[in-house]
């Protein structure tokens, strides 16, 4: 079956059994998916440049970046293999929760792989129209979301922040929210997506959150002391936290400033809706706002632009997203990717302060 690969074999074989430890798998599941990335790296780069699937760059963007042209895209296919595989191999896959966030992330990179791929065919940066994308992003989450509803045991209650006993019931609508957080964190993460390593790290620190969060919302003692939603068999999330964070680590090798590969939206969007999935999983959608914060403020910066414009016919930003604001402000690249990094790392520790200011 399915399921009898690594995590099962600690009831076969005694000196395996420290397997059953969902620490220990998440460890080796973030080395494996290293691993993944540093073999495989180098492989796919060579073949993306030999195909000559290059980055269209918007004729609309800053000029810097026009001497990224044609550098190797679709690189998040590296991404999904190595956050897939070491789940398959050391996940416990009787646990409905791995395959429904493995849904999201697989669904949501088969949709940023075939608009990427008409970016490449078309020689432009138009890809799926809007439409196209956002009604596929809906159908996979309205899928995910209906699964988790009529799961057993499923809550479709909301954790509320910084609030003790604010746990409001929203019954059926719990569906159409869910599906608000996989899509919004998804293209939140797509918009982000601008420079080299600005999206993969934000992406690498909020998944370390959220191996935090699901461990603890798995653990019926330690959920109980901090007095937060138990959840039981979310903490086998954390083994998907750590192949994510094992596989942004690996890209970010490769995409570092200057980048020798772009991930594409088939990285971009997958990663987005794993980590909006995990949310919803363990009752952190809230959280998600503020430990995702600069995914959030990119998205939000996209349409304020866009309704200040519209309506008013002004600019609020140079250009958005924001980070394209600082660019044409003259912040070098990289020190807008660093600084960014940084605010990421502060928003995760105020995200888990949330543990216990309640």
């Known amino acids: 079956m399915l399921y009898h690969l ?72 590296l991404i999904l293999c190595a956050i897939i595989i070491p789940t398959l191999l050391w996940a416990d896959l009787s646990n409905l929760y791995i395959w429904i966030a493995l849904l999201v992330t697989a669904g949501y990179g088969a949709i940023g792989f075939v608009d990427d791929y008409l970016k490449v065919v078309r020689k432009n940066s138009d890809g799926i129209s809007a439409r ?12 995910a979301a209906f699964l988790l509803y009529n799961s057993v045991g499923f809550d479709t209650r909301l954790s509320l922040p910084f609030f003790k006993n604010a746990q409001p019931d929203i019954g059926i609508f719990y569906i159409p929210f869910a599906m608000l957080v996989m899509v919004g964190a998804s293209n939140a993460v797509n918009l982000t ?48 936290c750590g192949a994510m964070i094992g596989a942004g680590l690996g890209f970010l ?44 403020v990119e998205a939000l910066s996209v349409i304020v632009q866009v309704v200040s414009f519209r ?19 003259g912040w070098p690249e990289p020190k807008i990717i660093v600084r960014f990094w940084i605010i990421s790392i502060i928003l995760a520790l105020i995200g888990l302060s949330t543990l216990k200011l309640r």
């Open 6 to 77: 690594l995590y099962p074999l600690h009831t076969e074989f005694s000196v395996l059994y420290v397997f059953r430890f969902i620490t220990f798998r998440t460890i080796y599941a973030t080395i494996t998916a290293l691993l993944i990335s540093f073999i495989l790296g180098p492989w796919l780069i060579d073949t993306l440049q030999k195909m000559q699937i290059g980055q269209s760059i918007r004729k609309v963007g800053p000029e810097s970046h026009f001497v990224k042209e044609g550098t190797p895209t679709m690189g998040g296919a």
């Open 132 to 143: 196209q994308k956002m009604f596929w992003q809906l159908l996979i989450a309205a899928g």
């Open 193 to 240: 997506d601008g420079l080299d390593g600005l999206a993969i790290g934000p992406m690498i620190i909020a998944a370390g959150t959220f191996l935090v969060l699901a461990y603890l919302a798995g653990n019926a003692n330690l959920a109980s002391y901090l007095q937060i939603q138990s959840i039981q068999g979310a903490g086998e999330l954390s083994v998907l």
């Open 253 to 296: 090798w490769f995409n570092s400033y200057p980048a020798q590969v772009f991930m594409g939206d088939v990285g971009s969007l997958s990663l987005g809706g794993s980590l909006g999935a995990i949310a919803v999983i363990t009752k952190n959608e809230i959280v998600l706002v503020i430990v995702g914060g600069i995914f959030v």
């Open 311 to 329: 309506y008013w016919g002004k600019r609020v930003f140079r250009m958005a997203p924001i980070h394209h604001h600082f660019e044409l402000k």
